[in-house]
């Protein structure tokens, strides 16, 4: 019902600078919020990046100041500039929005297939 395409992803140089998006589609009534969850090989799915519809954000401690999650006017895109990009930011990317199907659903997360960002020293 909800699926989440990202792209932007590659390979960039420590100091270089990378911009993800994630297109939303499919049925829904509404998303809560979206944000951007990386993967290293090995490691656990952490979150670096949400907003709550068009303002509230919230950063991982290691991209602050780095990284800047924003949605477009359609509210149905999410983009992540991912500046001053360190090795240690390396991992696959995944784009989350928690959606409601229907105004009388509950709210569930859905997931992106994932985008690999490879940071070089």
């Known amino acids: 019902q909800v699926q989440l395409v990202e792209s932007g992803g590659g390979l960039v140089q420590a100091g270089g600078s990378l911009r993800l998006s994630c297109v939303a589609s499919g049925s829904m009534f509404s998303i809560l919020a979206m944000g951007w969850y990386r993967q290293a090989p090995g490691k656990q799915r952490d979150v670096v990046a949400t907003?709550?519809?068009?303002?509230?954000?919230n950063y991982a401690d290691s991209v602050k100041g780095r990284f800047t999650i924003s949605r477009d006017n359609a509210k149905n895109v999410v983009y992540l500039q991912m500046n001053s990009l360190k090795p240690e930011d390396t991992g696959v990317y995944y784009c989350n929005a928690r959606a409601r199907l229907t105004r009388h659903s509950d709210y569930d997360n859905y997931w992106g297939q994932g985008t690999q960002v490879t940071v070089s020293s």
């Open positions: 907003i709550i519809k068009d303002s509230s954000a």
